[in-house]
């Protein structure tokens, strides 16, 4: 599948949150839900609830938008 532009730019970014939050556990983002639009991060929530209602009342496109719950390895499989 092929990344827009912006979709790329969300994806980098969350790399990048997601990296600092696994070196540093004092970040703000370590441990957090990430929402970000179009390149900037526009949510951090406890939950991945409260996270879903922000992005949904900033009507966000869902094509422009990514989300990562930072400070999780996700190189591991985990099974249910």
């Not at 827009?4 to 790399?15: D, F, G, V």
């Not at 949510?43 to 949904?56: M, P």
């Amino acid at each position: 599948m092929q990344l827009t532009p912006i979709q790329e730019k969300n994806r980098e970014l969350a790399e990048r949150i997601n990296e600092e939050a696994l070196r540093d556990p004092s970040s703000p983002y370590a441990g957090k839900f990430v929402g970000i639009i179009r390149g900037k991060v526009a949510v951090v929530a406890d939950s991945l609830r409260e996270l879903g209602k922000s992005l949904e009342s900033l009507s966000a496109d869902r094509n422009e938008t990514f989300c990562i719950e930072a400070g999780r390895d996700y190189t591991k499989v985990h099974y249910v």
